[in-house]
């Protein structure tokens, strides 16, 4: 028998390496703390660049370098 694919039955689908330490209710609540205070501009998100459309390659290379800190945007 083979490894279960995408459509498998045999239970929840888990993404090697990731765990989540707090159950669902306490990750739910601060997320929506989070959205509040993003909300109230109490917080700030961090672009690293933002970049024309054709400068796709050169983004892609500082996200594959780790090169970046914070979002790197691509405009149409």
């Known amino acids: 028998m ?3 694919g995408p ?3 045999r239970g929840p689908r888990r993404r090697p ?3 989540f330490a707090k159950p669902d209710t306490e990750q ?3 997320a929506e703390a989070a959205l ?3 909300a109230a501009g109490r917080l700030t998100p961090r672009i690293h660049a933002a970049l024309p459309l054709q400068d796709a390659p050169l983004a892609h290379a500082d996200l ?3 090169r970046n800190v914070g979002a790197v945007l691509l405009k149409p």
Do not use: K, V
């Open 17 to 19: 390496g990731i765990t």
């Open 36 to 38: 509040a205070a993003l």
């Open 28 to 30: 739910r609540a601060d």
């Open 7 to 9: 459509g498998s039955r």
């Open 64 to 66: 594959e370098g780790r």
């Open 2 to 4: 083979g490894r279960a």
